[in-house]
């Protein structure tokens, strides 16, 4: 009972629980930034690496979209559905990949990230 009779106690356990909802905000935001970031250059990457062994396959287009398939592997959710899109074209000598990711963020805000790649035939095999 000698909390309740020492009021400067009483106050600093005030503080620190309107603080708490305060902090767990910074940490959920923090981690939702990282969690966007790390996606975002992920899907480039897989983007990147599609056009790349896509190019030097005699079909360009089905090449890039399994090495994108197979880039993903272990990923939540990369599989061609709701989640997972995939634009690859092969044209005027030049395959141009789009990868867009689908994934829900802490607090259930939905978010949908992009990466694009384009590379031009100089030889083809």
């Known amino acids: 009972m000698k909390i309740l009779k020492d009021k400067r106690g009483f106050a600093q356990m005030l503080t620190l629980a309107a603080m708490i ?5 910074l940490v959920a935001a923090m981690i ?3 969690v966007v970031t ?8 897989a983007a990147l690496q599609g056009a790349r062994v896509g190019i030097r ?30 634009d690859v074209s092969f044209a005027r ?3 141009n990949v789009e990868v867009r990711y689908r994934f ?15 590379m031009r035939a100089v030889d083809l095999p």
Do not use: H, K, Y
């Not at 090449?63 to 197979?70: F, N, Q, W």
């Open 21 to 25: 909802p305060v902090l767990m905000l």
């Open 32 to 34: 939702n930034v990282s």
């Open 38 to 45: 790390s996606a975002q250059t992920f899907v480039n990457e």
């Open 57 to 86: 396959s005699a079909d360009p287009a089905a090449t890039a979209r399994a090495a994108i398939l197979s880039f993903g592997e272990g990923v939540s959710g990369w599989r061609l559905d709701d989640r997972l899109g995939l």
């Open 93 to 95: 000598r030049t395959l």
């Open 104 to 118: 829900v963020l802490i607090g259930g805000q939905e978010r949908v990230i992009t990466g694009r790649s384009s």
